[in-house]
């Protein structure tokens, strides 16, 4: 055995036992558990919330692609600090969706839909 643990074992052994039940409680039929909020197993799911549907992704044709090239080449008076405008999105948003109105299969072509083609395509 270690010298550093023939110590600790020494010191150990000098420490009187804990008493499990202190004076104040020692009548006590109550549990110590009761007294506090209840615990929770972190392996237990615990009220998850419901799944979040997610909207349908925008699928774009080529047909659709020029539209929205067309709209916003048209409207590019409406460009500010090298950006279109907010109300240029939501018009080409609005044209797009009158010009091809959405189906079962493809999402709609909301703002944030066709700014992020007009970056994929530019």
Not at 71 to 82: E, K
Not at 99 to 122: I, L, Q, R
């Amino acid at each position: 055995m270690h010298p550093w643990l023939h110590d600790v074992h020494r010191r150990l052994a000098s420490v009187p036992p804990l008493s499990i039940m202190s004076g104040s409680s020692a009548g006590s039929t109550r549990s110590l558990c009761s007294h506090g909020p209840p615990v929770v197993d972190p392996f237990v799911p615990q009220g998850l919330p419901p799944p979040r549907s997610r909207k349908k992704a925008a699928t774009w044709t080529v047909e659709e692609e020029a539209t929205l090239l067309n709209f916003l080449y048209s409207n590019l008076g409406q460009v500010a600090d090298g950006n279109f405008k907010k109300v240029t999105w939501n018009a080409a948003a609005a044209y797009m969706a009158r010009s091809f109105p959405p189906s079962e299969n493809a999402g709609d072509k909301t703002v944030e839909a066709c700014k992020c083609k007009f970056k994929m395509v530019s």
